[in-house]
């Protein structure tokens, strides 16, 4: 896992100097052009896939055999529901709920039919109904940021 994560770092981290790079050589009006602003974002999604690596190695180290970003932001959707009422962020809570208990039923092989609906489509339905719990949850939630 070690090293895996760390290849994933290293090559986020030489992916983003690599584009950081031609950003500041070729493009001196900066975002403001259409190829100057697509190879900003691939500067910053760069430097998002290193973080969320680091995030999950930190957490798998810290709380191993969860899926520890997945249980992160359950902890805080918990938290803001609770904290605001919101009906979103309640929304979200279930939903990453429902995706939590998808995988344990899925890492325990639990199926509905050996053939027909084994534990890897008992596992998709179950995602499936997350997402559609999270798309409104997300869109209804207030920035939590902002109330902080």
């Known amino acids: 896992m070690l090293r895996t994560a760390g290849a994933v ?3 986020g981290l030489a992916s983003a100097a690599l584009w950081g ?13 259409p190829a100057g602003f697509l190879i900003w974002m691939l500067v910053a999604l760069s430097i998002l896939v290193v973080a969320a690596r680091l995030l999950d190695l930190g957490l798998s180290i810290v709380a191993p055999r969860l899926a520890p970003t997945l249980v ?5 959707a918990l938290f803001q529901a609770a904290r605001t009422r919101n ?3 309640s929304l979200i809570a279930v939903g990453f ?6 995988a344990l039923l899925q890492q325990a092989k639990v199926s509905i039919h050996p ?3 084994d534990h890897n489509a008992l596992y998709h339905v ?5 997402l559609v719990l999270l798309y409104p949850g997300f ?10």
Do not use: E
């Open 9 to 11: 770092v290293m090559g």
């Open 21 to 33: 790079a031609i950003f500041h050589a070729w493009f001196p009006a900066k975002t403001a052009t």
């Open 72 to 76: 992160l932001i359950l902890m805080a």
């Open 87 to 89: 009906v979103g962020w």
């Open 97 to 102: 709920t429902v995706s939590v208990g998808a």
């Open 115 to 117: 053939v027909y609906f």
């Open 126 to 130: 179950l995602q499936g109904i997350a």
């Open 139 to 148: 869109r209804r939630a207030p920035d939590a940021s902002a109330s902080a």
